[in-house]
């Protein structure tokens, strides 16, 4: 998308916003920041911004606003489903965070438990893991309750199914001995 293209300019925008200590921003325009954020995240590609994204939102978390550390826990728990494995890293980090304030966020608990388990991301019916249902979700969280929110959860993981490969097909598009000139390397 276009905004892909302006990602390293919007990100440190955007999380100087919610971060603590920064900028002299009020906690509601950092509230919404972080908000504005959980709904992007899921559409972006953040491999790259990892490190710029978490170690923010473990400030937020460690910081002594409620609210802020509520919204911080929510945009944690898109942003593993987003980043998927890559996010396992900063778990310490943040569990120990968390752990200090004695904070419990169901759907932070399920994405560190699925990354520490490895187990595969899957796709939902609407094509997103099943995270991405909670991130629209908790967008309207402000109007209904966290129970609210967890009913609109797509249902967890369903196993995957192995692939049927056609083993014939397969050494014939691996095999390379019998290229021999440009022209044979270019049509395999």
């Not at 955007?14 to 002299?24: E, H, I, S």
């Not at 550390?69 to 943040?94: H, M």
């Not at 995270?131 to 369903?158: G, K, V």
Request: charged content about 25%; some cysteine; hydrophobic content about 45%.
């Amino acid at each position: 998308s276009s905004l892909e293209e302006h990602l390293h300019l919007v990100l440190p925008a955007m999380v100087r916003l919610f971060q603590p200590g920064v900028a002299d921003v009020p906690l509601v325009v950092r509230r919404e920041a972080m908000q504005s954020l959980r709904r992007l995240l899921p559409k972006m590609q953040l491999t790259g911004y990892a490190s710029a994204i978490v170690h923010p939102l473990a400030r937020c978390l460690d910081s002594q606003h409620d609210d802020l550390r509520k919204e911080a826990a929510d945009v944690v728990a898109v942003l593993g489903d987003a980043l998927g494995p890559d996010l396992a890293i900063f778990l310490p980090l943040l569990r120990k965070t968390m752990a200090r304030h004695k904070m419990h966020h169901p759907k932070f608990e399920e994405v560190a438990a699925r990354m520490l388990e490895r187990a595969p991301y899957v796709e939902g019916p609407n094509g997103g893991t099943h995270l991405h249902a909670y991130a629209a979700s908790s967008a309207n969280s402000d109007a209904a309750s966290n129970a609210d929110a967890e009913d609109q959860l797509i249902p967890a993981f369903t196993p995957l199914q192995p692939l049927k490969v056609n083993e014939l097909c397969l050494k014939r598009a691996w095999e390379s001995s019998q290229r021999s000139t440009k022209e044979d390397w270019e049509e395999w």
